[in-house]
């Protein structure tokens, strides 16, 4: 990796955690001979609880750091984004989690018109008195 990719890493990731940190080190690192971790070998490096490794591989793929390289089984690998496809990753994973937001709406639209119309129904009970 070249100094300005350091640079450039150091800039887009963010300063939030250490955990963060230590997950996109690891498989940055792992790049350089080739590899593509796993989550669970992410976990077992680091040492975290797998609820706790998910959530922070999530979090980095939601900002176009790491995507999935590919699937092994039932086993998720992880590969760093270059640079200059962050943004494209970012904006392509936020479109996906949207599309999942809007299915689940469908999912409970009863619920939601439900709600509508018992709102409705105490706004025109509360300006009749």
Avoid: C
Avoid at 34 to 56: C, N
Avoid at 57 to 75: V, W
Wanted: hydrophobic share 30%; net charge positive.
């Amino acid at each position: 990796m070249t100094t300005a990719s350091l640079r450039a890493y150091d800039e887009i990731l963010p300063k939030s955690g250490s955990i963060k940190r230590s997950i996109y080190n690891y498989i940055k690192l792992a790049k350089l001979f080739e590899i593509y971790p796993s989550t669970e070998d992410v976990k077992d490096e680091t040492g975290l609880k797998h609820q706790t490794a998910t959530a922070r591989l999530s979090e980095l793929y939601d900002e176009g750091l790491i995507m999935p390289a590919h699937k092994d089984g039932r086993h998720t690998k992880w590969m760093i984004v270059p640079h200059d496809k962050v943004k494209a990753i970012n904006e392509s994973r936020r479109r996906e989690r949207y599309k999942a937001w809007l299915k689940k709406g469908k999912e409970f639209q009863d619920l939601i018109e439900r709600d509508r119309e018992a709102k409705n129904s105490t706004l025109a009970h509360t300006n009749n008195q």
